[in-house]
C-alpha cells in the first residue's frame, strides 16, 4: 500500500489506517481476523481514542485480543486520541497524562506513535498543553502529536505555546461530506456552498505540513450513514461510483477510497469498518489515481457545484 509522510514527523504511514471504535463487542478471534486482515493489505495503523467504547474499552480490547511482542508492537503505528469526557470536554495537563497513562497500560505499550487532542476545549489553556506534551515527550510515552476536529485558529493558538508539531488533524470528510473541499471550490459564487465554515483548514494544514486524517470516509453528510449503495439519498453518486468501479474492476467502496486519496493533499483515510471484507474492498483506492475529470464527475455527482 501507498505510504505518506505523517506531516513533519519522520513517521511513514500508509494511506489507509483502520480506525478501532467499534471493536468493544467482537470477540478475541474476530479482533485477530480484523488486525490480520489490515496488515495483510498494508494497513499497519490503528486509530484508537479513550472514549470509544466507554473508558478506554475499545484500547483493552485491542491489546487483550491481540498481545502483542514487542518486536511485533514495533512493527505498526498506534494513535490514539483524549479530551472528551462524559459531558464536557478537557485539555487539561493532568487529564491528558492521565489519558495517556490508561491508553498505554490498556494497549499493552510503552509507547503511543501518535497522540490527537480530540475535540477543542473552550477551556483549553495552551500553556497547559504544552506542558502535557514536554512531560510526554520526555518520558517517551508519545512520539508524535496531533489535533481532531479543530480549527485554524485553534491551531494556530495551541502551536503559539507548544514545542512539537503539530503533524495532523482529523476531520470529517467523505465524498457525500467534503464542506472542506467544496467551499473552496464555490468561492466568490452566491450559493450556500460558498460559505466558509471551516476557515480554509484544508489549505492551512497543506502549508504547514499537518497530514489530514478523514474520519467516517463511506458517511454521508453528518450524521447520516453510508452513501455507499443508498439510491434514495445518492442514486447519481452511486450510478457514477458502480460504473468507475466497473472501469477499474474494483470495488465502489474503493472507489470512495480513491476519490479522497486523490486529493494532492495526500489525505489519510481512517476506516471504522469492523468487517475484513468491507476493509480489503476499500484497500485497492488507496493506490488507484483518478483521472482529474472522474474525481470531479464524483464530485458533481455528489450534489457538490462546480461553478
Not at 490503528?46 to 487483550?64: L, M, N, S, V
Not at 487532542?117 to 520526555?138: G, I, Q, S
Request: glycine residues 8%.
Amino acid at each position: 500500500m501507498r505510504t505518506v509522510a505523517l506531516g513533519s514527523s519522520d513517521l511513514l504511514v500508509p494511506a489507509i489506517a483502520l480506525g478501532c471504535m467499534r471493536i468493544k463487542h467482537l470477540e478475541d478471534a474476530r479482533i485477530r481476523e480484523l488486525i490480520s486482515t489490515a496488515l495483510d493489505e498494508g494497513v499497519t495503523m490503528f486509530d484508537h481514542a479513550d472514549i470509544y467504547g466507554g473508558d478506554h474499552a475499545c484500547e483493552e480490547r485491542f491489546g487483550t485480543a491481540l498481545g502483542w511482542s514487542a518486536s511485533e508492537r514495533e512493527q505498526v503505528i498506534l494513535q490514539s486520541k483524549c479530551g472528551i469526557r462524559e459531558g464536557y470536554y478537557d485539555a487539561s495537563a493532568e487529564h491528558i497524562v492521565a489519558s495517556v497513562d490508561e491508553s498505554l497500560r490498556a494497549l499493552r505499550t510503552d509507547y503511543l506513535d501518535i497522540l490527537l487532542l480530540h475535540r477543542p476545549d473552550a477551556l483549553m489553556e495552551p500553556d497547559e498543553v504544552a506542558e502535557a506534551f514536554d512531560t510526554l515527550t520526555a518520558s517517551g510515552k508519545v512520539r508524535a502529536f496531533g489535533v481532531s476536529n479543530h480549527s485554524r485558529g485553534q491551531m494556530e493558538l495551541l502551536r503559539a505555546s507548544v514545542a512539537q508539531p503539530l503533524v495532523a488533524n482529523q476531520l470529517q470528510l467523505s465524498l457525500a461530506h467534503a464542506p472542506v473541499i467544496a467551499e473552496g471550490v464555490a468561492l466568490n459564487m452566491a450559493h450556500a456552498q460558498s460559505v466558509d465554515r471551516s476557515g480554509g483548514i484544508l489549505d492551512y494544514c497543506r502549508m504547514t505540513s499537518t497530514t489530514v486524517q478523514a474520519w467516517s470516509p463511506m458517511r454521508g453528510p453528518g450524521w447520516e450513514g453510508p452513501f455507499l449503495g443508498d439510491r434514495d439519498r445518492f442514486p447519481g453518486l452511486n450510478d457514477v461510483v458502480d460504473r468507475l468501479a466497473a472501469e477499474y474492476q474494483v470495488s465502489p467502496e474503493a472507489i470512495g477510497t480513491a476519490w479522497i486519496t486523490r486529493h494532492p493533499a495526500r489525505i489519510q483515510v481512517v476506516l471504522g469498518t469492523t468487517s475484513p471484507e468491507r476493509l480489503r474492498r476499500s484497500a485497492p483506492g488507496a493506490d488507484l489515481v483518478l483521472t482529474r475529470p472522474q474525481w470531479y464527475e464524483l464530485f458533481r455527482s455528489a450534489g457538490h457545484i462546480v461553478p
